[in-house]
């Protein structure tokens, strides 16, 4: 298949689209892009009947749009500090707040209402107590996230041991989101708060977790995420009212499990209008939908996955991303493209058993190279990957599919890797390879690579067999023993999936050790590299270390590369330097042993 051949640096020449809000007849969003090898961001307007939008702020790095009638507020980000900034009147932009970060605000009466994180010194000795002390992309947690408002001044109204990570107002009432205070394991509920005292009263009941909330109308609160206690693989469900039964949605509700490598993520939201509007995602696509008095009806639907909407007053905007298009907003039945040069390969969809993939083929006789995806509870699908469209344009074909683990087709399916994280998805992942191969006719040698629970599954491959001709382990996990003492989820994730209570007895220990790619490490002989973000808080660095020195030990050709200043998300949102080189990297080493 001819196809012009894509540089690392053009790979990452697309612009993001994100946080769409409807004021009127137009919609205000933010635009992301990548300059000089840094990220740029600003807030743009596109009003009804015009076909390009206006650009409204200029700093350089603004974000999250709230619009009035003569006024406009946005984010904007300095060096190690976040303000929220007002536009009155076309004035210039003044500095309402700032904190080192600031997570969501919203308006309340005459003034604001956020959530965020105070400066802290980093330069001081650090004193751990409990088990979550720090956080990919946080780093050691020095203040928790805190409600604030602001009215003359800035107030700090609701802190503690948890965080705070959501807030809703309607009517002078507030909601807030908050961490089980001495949880480790991200539980939260939503309580609501008095305004006047700021005593809290909690609203939802049982343990689980809370991914977005909306106020309702009738004074209740409506919300997203499960109450199964410590569970990751749970069915998420859309909770209409308090005290109403959960819903799914389409097979899984919400947006934010079909992954995409773009650097600005999805955003997972509900609104109400004339209804409750959320999303539901259906295997590799997600969709929006309306629902009213337990009907459920689908709204924007397609072979995309939903970024993010918003509803008002009839009026629905939303940006979506498929295989083809990165990042596309649709408002008042029309689009705005901000990538009209890009038209991306579509894969072939290719259903093996209850296992959804889809190949993108370059021709028959030239190398595959199969990506596996992390989580493992996430999902690829119809969404937009610029390492898919990258490596294809260098001459491979791809193969990419969502086993038994991954989100979007149902619980018992998610379940599917409970306590096997290797051989059931590895015999589902063959099973894929052989049926895309069958449909298409490639004969070509494979390749594999995956990031994090991709990771594992690329360093089980290697330790189980020798079907690959080379691999590629990012951001991986190799020894789950290891991992419960030194990732920031470990302590808990590692058990929970592996059915271990306590990850410190002999027989746990045992059990685990069984369960990891390092126990094997003696029957690897795929030449492999593995790429890891120096400060990976997630699967922290060790884990690719050991892998590293027990193949350079045992004789087979290996690499490690090292990005500073990255976390675990240093594939999607690293810094653009860094990625631009790990595309080019990764490129020689494939193409070293794929096509050499």
């Known amino acids: 298949m001819a196809i012009q051949v894509m540089e690392p640096r053009d790979a990452y020449s697309v612009k993001i689209l994100g946080e769409p809000l409807i004021y009127g007849d137009s919609v205000f969003f933010t635009m992301k892009w990548i300059e000089n090898d840094e990220y740029k961001s600003s807030i743009f307007v596109l009003k009804k009947g015009k076909k390009e939008p206006e650009r409204l ?9 709230l619009a009035g009638p003569d006024y406009l507020y946005y984010i904007k980000s300095g060096e190690n500090s976040e303000s929220i900034m007002i536009i009155r009147n076309n004035s210039e932009p003044l500095e309402l707040v700032k904190l080192k970060k600031i997570e969501k605000y919203e308006k309340f009466g005459q003034g604001l209402l956020l959530t965020g994180v105070e400066d802290a010194p980093e330069d001081k000795p650090f004193t751990a107590s409990r088990l979550n002390y720090r956080f990919d992309g946080r780093g050691l947690i020095r203040n928790r996230k805190s409600l604030f408002i602001f009215g003359e001044k800035l107030e700090k109204i609701l802190s503690g041991d948890y965080d ?3 807030l809703a107002v309607q009517n002078g009432k507030i909601w807030v989101t908050i961490t089980n205070e001495g949880n480790d394991a991200g539980l939260s509920d939503i309580y609501e708060m008095d305004p006047s005292n700021h005593q809290l009263t909690k609203v939802t009941s049982g343990t689980g977790i809370v991914n977005s909330m909306v106020a309702l109308p009738d004074g209740d609160i409506a919300y997203s995420g499960h109450r199964e206690g410590v569970k990751p693989w749970a069915q998420k469900k859309l909770f209409p009212g308090t005290k109403k039964e959960p819903v799914v949605i389409g097979k899984y509700t919400g947006n934010g499990s079909v992954i995409s490598d773009l650097f600005l993520g999805s955003r997972e939201r509900m609104f109400w209008d004339d209804g409750l509007y959320c999303c539901g995602q259906n295997g590799g696509s997600t969709s929006i939908y309306k629902y009213t008095d337990r009907k459920i009806k689908e709204i924007a639907t397609g072979d995309f996955t939903i970024q993010d909407f918003h509803v008002d007053d009839g009026k629905i905007a939303y940006i979506y991303s498929s295989q083809e298009k990165p990042s596309v907003l649709v408002f008042q039945n029309s689009e705005y493209d901000p990538n009209p040069h890009i038209k991306g390969v579509k894969g072939l969809k290719v259903q093996s058993g209850n296992v959804e993939g889809w190949v993108m083929k370059h021709g028959e006789d030239d190398p595959s190279i199969l990506f596996v995806h ?4 996430m999902a690829y699908g119809e969404s ?3 390492e898919f469209q990258y490596f294809f344009s260098q001459g491979y074909n791809i193969f990419f599919c969502n086993p038994r683990g991954s989100a979007g ?3 018992e399916f998610s379940a599917g890797c409970v306590g096997d994280w290797g051989k059931g998805p590895a015999e589902d992942i063959f099973s894929f390879i052989e049926k895309g191969r069958e449909i298409t006719g490639i004969k070509g040698n494979f390749a594999i690579t995956g990031g994090s629970y991709g990771g594992f599954m690329t360093n089980w491959m290697i330790t189980d067999n020798d079907y690959f001709r080379a691999a590629i382990s990012e951001r991986c996990v190799s020894n789950l023993v290891s991992m419960c003492g030194t990732s920031d989820i470990g302590f808990w994730f590692n058990a929970v999936y592996m059915k271990v209570e306590d990850p410190w007895t002999e027989d746990s220990i045992m059990n685990l050790m069984k369960a990891s790619p390092i126990m094997k490490i003696k029957n690897a002989k795929t030449p492999t590299m593995f790429i890891h973000g120096e400060n990976d808080y997630r699967c922290p660095i ?4 050991q892998m590293f020195v027990g193949l350079k ?3 087979v050709d290996t690499e490690l590369v090292r990005y500073q200043g990255d976390g675990h998300e240093h ?7 860094n990625m631009i080189n790990r595309l080019e990297t990764k490129n020689n080493w494939f193409r070293k042993y794929m096509k050499s």
């Open 384 to 386: 937009f990957m610029i």
């Open 164 to 166: 705070v990570t959501d």
């Open 571 to 577: 594939a999607r949102a690293g810094k653009p330097g």
């Open 409 to 411: 087709y149902g619980e």
């Open 57 to 65: 702020t200029f700093g350089g790095k603004e974000r999250s749009p």
């Open 374 to 377: 992390g989580g493992p509870h």
């Open 542 to 545: 060790e884990q690719a270390e």
């Open 553 to 555: 030990m045992n004789g």
